[in-house]
């Protein structure tokens, strides 16, 4: 089964800044919304942030002032953009699909590994 497809992460300085990617062809086809989650050191993943098919979207109360999401139905993809990054950002991030139509529902990805450190 297909999966989204993370990328853009990197080791940053903080104060740094970061756009992560999450590609999956058909995703914009079939209405699908997007969520952000981040895994730090531990086993649980947080939510991040969310954007629904029609473009409303949601960010962690914590981090808005600095995250952003979007997306771009053209090329299937959704984008987290990261500012002013901080270490408590360190983490792995995915991006997990959803919607009305049951192929919106993925398995989790590879993740994109973001990690701020001076």
């Known amino acids: 089964q297909e999966q989204p497809v993370e990328s853009g992460g990197g080791l940053v300085q903080p104060g740094e800044s970061l756009r992560l990617s999450c590609t999956l062809p058909?995703?914009?086809?079939?209405?699908?919304?997007a969520e952000w989650h981040r895994q730090g050191a531990g086993p649980y993943r947080d939510w991040i942030s969310t954007i629904w098919t029609h473009g409303e979207t949601s960010v962690k109360s914590s981090v808005k002032d600095r995250f952003n999401v979007s997306k771009d139905d053209a090329k299937d993809a959704v984008y987290l953009q990261l500012t002013g990054l901080k270490p408590e950002d360190t983490g792995t991030y995915f991006c997990?699909?959803?919607?009305?139509?049951?192929?919106?529902?993925?398995?989790w990805g590879q993740g994109t590994q973001v990690t701020v450190s001076s």
């Open positions: 058909g995703f914009t086809a079939h209405k699908c919304g």
């Open positions: 997990k699909t959803f919607g009305y139509a049951p192929w919106c529902t993925k398995n």
